[in-house]
């Protein structure tokens, strides 16, 4: 499975975008980034995924580089309610099975008022 | 739809006790995966169930761990004897379908092992 890396915090001004990078070097032609967002002590939420093209939707936009060895999940305006851990995924297909997500460690992201 | 369920959302319990997690998918999905997260670990992947049948069980850490699907409806995540490294917060998540579709998690199961 392709590995993700991502800056374990970052800090956003409420009202400003929040950009959040991810690396995935490895990630092979049939493999989706997707990106998950832990709110504290609730159950990781999905925000959206992509293959190949930028994907936009009322959550937030996807950028994925034309290689596809990273991406960046934008908020457009974070309000303090985006506070979260995101989590950026590669999906694993596995041959006549199914599609397992494995999460890293995460971005912390602070919303400061 | 009421989402995936969990049940209970805190147990504490004693070292050496049986620990049962239950989870109800959201009706209509046929994969049901179960997570266990830690501070130390973050989001782990313990193992995963298509059409109530086990594929991949590799994540779970070891004997004392077993999960069941009797139903399309109905799984546990069962730990007998549970030791206190097995504290964290389990969660429940199903999906529909193979292609690239979302899992919709439910709210999770705080477990202490005291």
């Known amino acids: 499975d392709a590995k993700t890396t991502q800056p374990p915090s970052m800090d956003c001004a409420e009202g400003r975008a929040a950009n959040l990078p991810c690396n995935h070097s490895?990630?092979?032609?049939?493999?989706?980034v997707y990106w998950y967002r832990q709110i504290h002590s609730q159950g990781p939420q999905y925000i959206i995924h992509g293959l190949k093209n930028n994907e936009t939707n009322e959550m937030a936009s996807l950028i994925i580089t034309e290689d596809r060895k990273s991406s960046t999940l934008i908020l457009p305006h974070a309000t303090l309610r985006d506070t979260a851990v995101y989590y950026c995924?590669?999906?694993?297909?596995?041959?006549?099975?199914?599609?397992?997500?494995?999460f890293g460690t995460g971005t912390s992201l602070t919303v400061i008022p | 739809d009421a989402g995936v369920i969990q049940s209970p959302r805190h147990e504490v319990t004693e070292m050496g006790q049986e620990v049962t997690l239950r989870c109800k998918p959201i009706s209509g999905h046929d994969y049901l995966f179960w997570y266990r997260q830690t501070m130390m670990r973050g989001l782990e992947l313990l193992i995963y169930f298509n059409n109530n049948v086990p594929i991949d069980d590799s994540g779970m850490p070891e004997d004392r761990f077993s999960a069941k699907m009797p139903n399309a409806s109905f799984s546990t995540l069962k730990i007998q004897p549970s030791e206190p490294r097995d504290s964290a917060v389990y969660f429940c998540a199903s999906r529909w379908g193979t292609s690239s579709r979302e899992q919709f998690f439910g709210p999770g199961t705080r477990l202490t092992v005291l």
């Open positions: 995924i590669v999906r694993a297909r596995l041959l006549n099975t199914g599609n397992q997500f494995y």
């Open positions: 490895t990630i092979s032609g049939n493999e989706y």
